[in-house]
């Protein structure tokens, strides 16, 4: 089964508004075994809804629509569904005694335009939201199935799950799809693609592998379909683990929802250290990246932005004369900005980074990107220098997770 989404409103077009609405759906469709074909974004006005539902329609079995059902004369949606199916627009009792119950609640009296927000097609299903005024409404015509959502994400989250699917799924028999995910770090995904070139030719052809690359990581994402959900677990949870254990050492979780920051800190939990940054180039975000994890004060101390070569020397004993002759972007430095973190915060280990962002600042053997960064214990310090891109804000965020990735690995031989 085929399903469109169609996002209605000029404020996601123009950017005003980032659209959640379809990344969610898209989710909740592929797990309920139904394949998004595409997501259309159009502008709210009759000729742009119909035009697109017509296109739609004509490939796709479900077209859920977000969008345009509020109580203003821009949200047209409804009029324009209503034409669409050759409807009436009639008061419905129940939707009309949900709005009445809602404005009673909240001590206030419904006014004219509220009452027309419970005229529904009398050709459709209303869809009960129970945070909101606008109902869903769920068309059928020829075996193809139209359901109109509010654009409100928490309405059309409860409409979609509370209203809809169980009714939709209880009258169809689709194949299950299941996603399993291989999360790497600190390569790239035509590297990956090279070493895992005769599993991906193996998959079965009911397994699909897809690289979703991101800053200096690749999440690897399978993707199976069966009606034997039992026997597709096993076969998504093969090739899963022969991926993982290809792509080691840059592999760290089997699980989407763990972040490098989280996969780090559980490994610094499992050892008993404590960590600290000492952070120049990044300017704390490493820090910020360590502690957006909830609980991360059981293995993190604080991070020194240690940003200018006085605060080097000052806070955390670098020489001046390493400075001097290395430079502050040198594995000497960043060597000793560990040692120093980890007198200052009294932790077991820390990461040091310092580097040229970018735009300016190249020196002669040291270009715009040049960062090193080095991780490690008083006893034991490892320094790596990478060659970053020319652009400041990729090259902080990808610091970070080289960073991240770096003590990661340091922390496997502990």
């Not at 089964?1 to 759906?25: K, Q």
């Not at 324009?80 to 009436?88: E, K």
């Not at 990581?217 to 039992?230: A, H, I, M, Q």
């Amino acid at each position: 089964m085929l399903a469109t989404i169609i996002s209605i409103g000029d404020e996601l077009l123009y950017g005003d508004t980032v659209n959640t609405n379809a990344n969610w759906l898209g989710k909740q469709l592929s797990a309920s075994g139904i394949l998004l074909k595409e997501t259309i974004t159009v502008h709210d006005t009759p000729e742009a809804i119909v035009e697109t539902l017509d296109r739609a329609l004509e490939t796709s079995d479900l077209v859920i629509t977000t969008g345009g059902l509020g109580p203003t004369k821009d949200d047209l949606t409804k009029k324009v569904l209503n034409d669409y199916f050759g409807g009436t627009l009639i008061m419905n009792n129940e939707v009309a005694n949900h709005i009445k119950g809602l404005f009673e609640s909240f001590g206030r009296e419904m006014t004219a335009v509220h009452h027309q927000q419970a005229e529904i097609p009398d050709n459709c299903e209303a869809m009960h939201n129970r945070f909101g005024t606008a109902a869903g409404m769920w068309f059928k015509r020829d075996n193809k199935h139209v359901l109109a959502m509010p654009g409100v994400p928490y309405e059309m989250k409860a409409i979609f799950e509370e209203s809809f699917l169980p009714n939709f799924l209880a009258n169809t028999n689709l194949p299950k799809i299941l996603h399993r995910y291989v999360m790497t770090a600190g390569i790239g995904e035509s590297d990956i693609a090279v070493k895992i070139a005769d599993i991906e030719e193996a998959l079965p052809p009911n397994i699909k592998l897809a690289y979703l690359p991101g800053i200096a990581s690749v999440k690897l994402r399978l993707s199976g379909s069966s009606n034997d959900e039992n026997q597709l677990i096993k076969s998504l949870a093969a090739c899963q683990k022969k991926i993982f254990e290809r792509v080691e050492p840059y592999t760290y979780s089997l699980d989407s929802k763990i972040t490098l920051s989280a996969e780090v800190g559980s490994m610094l939990k499992e050892r008993n250290l404590w960590l600290a940054t000492a952070e120049s180039c990044t300017s704390g975000n490493i820090a910020h990246e360590i502690t957006s994890v909830s609980g991360s004060s059981q293995y993190f101390k604080g991070s020194l932005v240690a940003y200018s070569d006085d605060i080097k020397r000052k806070a955390l004993n670098v020489s001046p004369e390493i400075i001097k002759n290395q430079g502050a972007v040198s594995e000497e430095t960043v060597i000793e900005m560990v040692k120093g973190a980890i007198d200052f915060f009294n932790v077991d280990v820390s990461i040091a980074v310092s580097g040229i962002m970018g735009p300016t600042g190249a020196r002669p053997g040291k270009p715009i990107g040049t960062v090193w960064i080095a991780v490690g214990s008083k006893n034991n310090v490892v320094a790596k220098r990478f060659q970053l891109g020319k652009y400041r804000d990729k090259n902080v965020v990808r610091t970070t997770i080289l960073a991240l990735d770096q003590l990661r690995k340091f922390l496997l031989q502990l």
